[in-house]
């Protein structure tokens, strides 16, 4: 199995900036990929970036587009994301999840960390 825990969650102005960490434990050598999810209240969780654990490779919702970055360290076993030019509409709670070789789907799940933009 592998273990997420994210860190970094806030309260923060619009126009402001957070930076989200995901630490990973366990049998990280079994990960292939690392997403940032977030749900907001009444809406349906959505996915807002992943990286692949092997070569980086992201990808991006439009809604963050130019404004958040995902990034990875392998070394560290962590995957970040910056977040930038935040607004209002990106308040919700920020997991990430770990996609893993051989098995489809997000199975791994970190608890969650609140994200907060005030207007």
């Known amino acids: 199995q592998v273990q997420l825990v994210e860190s970094g969650g806030g309260l923060v102005q619009a126009g402001g900036s957070l930076r989200l960490s995901c630490a990973a434990s366990?049998?990280?050598?079994?990960?292939?990929?690392v997403g940032w999810f977030r749900q907001a209240p009444g809406k349906e969780r959505e996915i807002v970036a992943y990286i692949t654990w092997s070569d980086g490779i992201t990808s991006y919702a439009d809604s963050v587009k130019g404004r958040f970055t995902i990034s990875r360290d392998n070394a560290e076993n962590t995957v970040s994301l910056q977040m930038n030019s935040l607004i209002p509409e990106d308040t919700a709670v920020y997991y990430c999840a770990a996609q893993r070789l051989g098995v489809q789907g997000y199975n791994n799940w970190g608890q969650g960390t609140q994200v907060t933009v005030s207007s």
């Open positions: 366990g049998r990280t050598y079994s990960i292939r990929a």
